[in-house]
């Protein structure tokens, strides 16, 4: 089985890495954390202009038509910076949710990037984010209206509207909620902007077939998981790469980090773990662009994997700068954040190895 990535996928990465050096230094990196959008509007226009935003939308849609894999380059490729922004929120987990559903205006909106979407799935707790649900959703005369909280919802206090999951008396039911929704809440990652949102009868509009959604919020949330995992892979990359430009150029007792053995071995582990991390993410999306049968343990490996991987290699990137790793001069902490929020969205790594342990034993 061939999984490197065809010519025209890496003209891709090639195109959104010379797009990301160029409109997202670190200067702009720095200003977008302090930023509560995240993203300024002239680098989101050119985003959308190069039709990323609707790269998973199909061409019926206005769409590229495209699949995980590719977006697996796309979001490598912004792990990397790491990109601040609404591209995650937006791109991909709003964009996989109204798919799954059939929601096809509000697919077409977010092809085009002129309006912004996200989800509001998970809440408070541990374990499976679906599972976690407890918002509940019912009929109030025409209308359906929505009591709950959702701590976590990226993006939400920009988003031009936000599908809701709830429970209702056939199971989880989607609902579409215009707006921003929330006030602003401060996040482990500055760059990755969220909202808290509390529902008090907020009326939304049903989307999505008729009965219980578990089954396509269950894989709405593995595939978002894929991509958290596709994009720490390259927040391993970057900070792997500054560890090792550091390493050579800093001198101690005359002699470059790089040439001490501790520091050597640490580089090892960290390039060891990168590369397992890359092909869980890679085969993971495979997976879920072909309907395999391992689809759903693949994504399980892969957001655990990457997760507990990521974690290491940006917490090594701050050990071999030392000192100068824990200050703010330094983009290592940048990268440690990424890894750590990452790893907590969609189910921590810890849950993801006791859920694939079920499938592997065939636990109900």
């Not at 977006?71 to 799954?100: H, K, Y």
Request: hydrophobic letters at 45%; glycine letters at 10%; one cysteine or more.
């Amino acid at each position: 089985m061939d999984f490197t990535f065809s010519d025209e996928q890496e003209a891709l990465r090639e195109a959104v890495r010379a797009f990301l050096e160029r409109e997202a230094p670190p200067s702009y990196l720095a200003a977008m954390a302090e930023n509560e959008v995240g993203v300024s509007p002239e680098v989101w226009t050119k985003i959308a202009d190069l039709g990323w935003p609707g790269l998973l939308v199909p061409e019926e849609h206005g769409g590229l038509g495209l699949g995980l894999v590719d977006m697996t380059v796309v979001l490598e490729e912004m792990g990397r910076v790491p990109l601040p922004g609404p591209f995650l929120s937006s791109a991909v987990l709003a964009t996989l949710a109204v798919r799954a559903l059939g929601a096809t205006d509000q697919l077409a909106q977010l092809a085009s990037g002129e309006l912004r979407g996200t989800v509001a799935l998970e809440e408070a707790g541990h374990g499976d984010p679906v599972d976690r649900v407890r918002s509940r959703a019912r009929r109030n005369g025409p209308d359906w209206t929505i009591t709950g909280e959702k701590p976590l919802v990226l993006d939400g206090h920009t988003a031009d509207w936000v599908v809701v999951v709830a429970r209702t008396e056939e199971g989880l039911g989607s609902f579409l909620v215009e707006g921003p929704l929330g006030e602003a809440v401060p996040t482990l990652d500055p760059t990755r902007k969220a909202s808290r949102v509390v529902l008090d009868d907020t009326v939304g509009l049903p989307i999505g077939p008729i009965g219980d959604h578990r089954d396509l919020w269950r894989r709405i949330a593995d595939d978002g998981a894929v991509m958290l995992a596709a994009e720490l892979v390259g927040t391993c990359d970057a900070a792997l790469a500054l560890a090792t430009d550091y390493a050579n150029d800093r001198v101690q007792f005359d002699r470059p980090l790089a040439k001490f053995q501790a520091i050597r071995h640490k580089a090892v582990d960290m390039l060891h773990r990168a590369e397992l991390a890359r092909v869980g993410a890679h085969y993971a999306a495979w997976t879920s662009d072909v309907d395999d049968p391992d689809r759903e343990r693949a994504a399980a490996m892969a957001k655990s994997y990457a997760g507990e991987a990521a974690v290491y290699v940006t917490g090594e990137d701050i050990q071999i700068h030392g000192g100068v790793g824990f200050t703010w001069d330094c983009p290592a902490h940048y990268y440690y954040k990424r890894a750590k929020q990452n790893d907590v969205m969609l189910g921590y790594e810890g849950w993801q190895r006791r859920r694939l342990a079920d499938l592997l034993l065939g636990v109900a």
